[in-house]
């Protein structure tokens, strides 16, 4: 690495050593390669490739196609990347690694901007270009690292509870439940139906990987507790995390989450739910379009993710377009986020495949609520989302969550001894 003695390349050059917090450095900008990348016009024009995780919508290649027929000079290439969220950080990494220039424009899962941009894997972007302001602000914030914009928001995620209407309805059951224990009774209660012979009563993602941090994260948060407190320092041995723990870990040894669960990411859980074994599902916006177009179609709903005591809180996800450093025809690739960030695209991604827009005012547009009825509720889920650790040793936090979830989840260690293994790791990986 080049040496600089700004006060900002100091100041990341810990952060990175320490893994620590992106605002422990203050939000004030500075100066070095960010903010040069981030006031010059980006040079370079031609082909370029976005890299993403696997479409399962079909709708990223048609965005894609409507650029390149307007831009045949220009075009750009789709590279699939696997599924799951953690192969998709590793190849990105590798590509940075290697300083390679065959990733241009990278979707970003929103809990790795601090750990791209410290390293300077990706470049700083003119803020003024993108519409920031007609953007839900959480969402925003996941794009940026110590103040400054190193992605443009392209779809958000929040966690959302699938439930069956139909059987619920004819077992008398007029609301979805707001509690777990309400959830687990419901659910005893239509499993009594004829029809509901074999089912499940609930699973969200819990193999071991990123989604295992969400799922984790989420049912501590409903229950009171926090991953890191407010000032960043890990607080997970708590009673409030252990109660979350223990309805994950509770419901997987009662039956009620369903032992081949343990193995399920999110397109496991989602056929497991269309394919009528779930009564309950967290999953995220995504599915709704595709259940909505399988023999499920009419039979579901969605509704705000339940907690311990009254309604639970979701982990804020979402994919943001960031430009790899490494990357050739920077010029296009500027355009090229514009245009798959703008409003247009987020209304087309919404519209065809039910991603979440970041642009705040589609959730309340008539069209779209007419077409996605719980739009209002998605919006406040993301609004009250809960982010995970913004840390740029964020691959240390999340194995360590991975690891120990899945041990107490699987029964090889109790909550209790999973979360003071889990808060002595946490502590390691972000002290200095
Ligand atoms: C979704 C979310 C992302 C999260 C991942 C976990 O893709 O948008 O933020 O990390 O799921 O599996």
């Known amino acids: 690495m080049k040496i600089r003695t700004t006060r900002a390349l100091q100041c990341s050059a810990t952060l990175v050593a320490a893994g620590l917090l992106l605002t422990a450095c203050g939000s004030s900008g500075g100066s070095g390669s960010g903010e040069r990348a981030g006031s010059t016009s980006f040079k370079g024009r031609g082909p370029i490739t976005y890299v993403a995780g696997k479409d399962t919508s079909g709708v990223v290649q048609k965005v894609i196609d409507r650029w390149n027929?307007?831009?045949?000079?220009?075009?750009?290439?789709?590279?699939?990347?696997p599924t799951d969220a953690d192969s998709q950080r590793q190849q990105m990494i590798q590509n940075a690694e290697t300083k390679s220039d065959a990733y241009t424009v990278l979707s970003l899962d929103v809990v790795w901007t601090s750990e791209f941009a410290a390293h300077q894997w990706i470049d700083r972007l003119p803020e003024k270009q993108f519409p920031l302001r007609n953007m839900l602000k959480p969402v925003v914030e996941t794009a940026k690292y110590r103040g400054a914009l190193y992605a443009a928001p392209a779809s958000s995620d929040g966690g959302l509870l699938y439930y069956r209407t139909d059987l619920l309805k004819k077992a008398g059951i007029a609301q979805p439940p707001t509690t777990w224990s309400q959830m687990t009774a419901d659910c005893a209660k239509a499993k009594k139906l004829p029809e509901a012979k074999g089912m499940s009563c609930y699973a969200g993602q819990f193999q071991k990987y990123e989604g295992l941090t969400v799922n984790f994260a989420e049912a501590v948060g409903s229950a009171g507790g926090v991953v890191t407190d407010a000032n960043g320092k890990p607080d997970?041995?708590?009673?409030?995390?252990?109660?979350g723990l223990d309805f994950l870990a509770g419901s997987v040894k009662n039956g009620t989450i369903p032992r081949e669960a343990i193995t399920y990411q999110e397109e496991d859980s989602r056929q497991a739910f269309q394919s009528g074994k779930l009564m309950f599902l967290r999953n995220w916006p995504y599915v709704y379009a595709l259940a909505e177009k399988s023999k499920l179609a009419g039979k579901f709903a969605v509704a705000p993710l339940p907690g311990l005591n009254g309604p639970g809180s979701s982990s804020l996800g979402g994919h943001n377009l960031a430009l790899s450093s490494y990357a050739r025809n920077k010029a296009t690739a500027v355009d090229f986020m514009k245009f798959f960030s703008s409003e247009d695209s987020a209304s087309t991604f919404l519209r065809d495949a039910s991603l979440a827009p970041p642009y705040a005012h589609l959730y309340d547009e008539a069209s779209l609520v007419k077409q996605y009825p719980y739009l209002p509720v998605l919006k406040r889920s993301i609004l009250r989302a809960v982010p995970r650790p913004r840390v740029v040793q964020y691959g240390d936090v999340t194995s360590a969550i991975q690891q120990e979830a899945y041990a107490a989840l699987t029964g090889s260690k109790s909550s209790a001894q999973a979360l003071k293994d889990l808060q002595s790791a946490l502590q390691k990986s972000t002290a200095q």
Do not use: G, N
């Open 69 to 81: 027929t307007l831009h045949p000079k220009e075009k750009v290439t789709f590279v699939q990347l």
């Open 236 to 243: 997970v041995d708590t009673p409030e995390a252990r109660k």
